[in-house]
């Protein structure tokens, strides 16, 4: 189309000055375009040429947080994280000892508060602060506390561990019901029962915090609640170990709930 526009060419049909006047336009156009790049590309040079001085400051904050970050991880949070696994280990064969064991009274002593002159959980905590082991040191001595029934400390350290863990998640859940359980608490008991509950679903919590949820519900004249949990258990847990007798509970539950 752009023969029709060379020096000299006078169109002589109707189409082809249609042509013409489109070609004209489009060029114009274009040319409309290239004029607003390139003034908009000098107002960003002027831009950065007024503020570079600003610009590299922010660029320079950037990159140190990032190489601060990445430093920070490799040479401060690894080596403290494995400096913190090395030590807990002794305080956690203690902690298996007292589960497995007969002295268990003394090994949770020890598991909490060290023994050969090695970290208890309670050091870990303190010394290894912000790190994976201390929160999980958090689990374990809520639970030694559970154990030895300091049922308040129990509590603080329990609600400290923070999980996203099958089975460890429940657990600390259930353990603080448990400790609620022990303090005459019920209400709390059954919060953190329920809330054991329903944080995973498989065939060991789900179903053992299910049934005590149940059993706590029928305790504060709330049977219509217990028969809801103890069905779920009958139709969803059929082959846990809470199932073997809960037709017992059901029928007792149906019972209070028709009255």
Do not use: C, W
């Not at 320079?60 to 601060?68: D, H, K, P, T, Y």
């Not at 603080?156 to 609620?180: H, Q, R, T, V």
Request: glycine share 6%; aromatic share 12%.
């Amino acid at each position: 189309m752009a023969t029709y526009n060379k020096r000299g060419y006078k169109p002589k049909t109707k189409i082809e000055k249609e042509v013409v006047v489109e070609v004209d336009e489009q060029e114009s156009t274009t040319a409309e375009v290239f004029n607003t790049l390139d003034e908009s590309a000098s107002k960003t040079e002027e831009f950065v040429e007024k503020n570079q001085k600003y610009i590299f400051m922010f660029i320079g904050v950037v990159a140190v947080v990032v190489l601060g970050y990445l430093g920070y991880n490799e040479f401060i949070a690894k080596p403290k994280q494995q400096n913190a696994m090395n030590d807990m280990f002794q305080a956690q064969k203690y902690f298996d000892q007292a589960v497995n064991g007969v002295e268990k009274d003394s090994l949770f002593n020890l598991a909490l508060n060290g023994g050969e002159g090695k970290y208890g959980m309670l050091d870990i905590i303190e010394e290894y602060s912000g790190t994976p082991s201390a929160n999980l040191a958090h689990y374990y001595a809520g639970t030694a506390y559970l154990r030895l029934k300091d049922y308040k400390n129990a509590i603080e350290y329990l609600s400290d561990f923070k999980s996203d863990d099958e089975i460890l998640a429940p657990l600390a859940k259930g353990n603080i019901g448990d400790a609620f359980v022990q303090l005459n608490q019920p209400k709390e008991a059954l919060d953190y029962y329920e809330q054991a509950a329903n944080m995973r679903n498989n065939e060991y919590t789900t179903p053992m915090y299910l049934y005590k949820a149940g059993a706590i519900a029928l305790d504060l004249d709330k049977a219509g609640k217990a028969l809801d949990y103890f069905n779920r258990i009958k139709e969803e847990y059929p082959n846990s170990t809470e199932a073997a007798t809960i037709d017992v509970f059901i029928g007792k539950a149906q019972v209070l709930a028709s009255k």
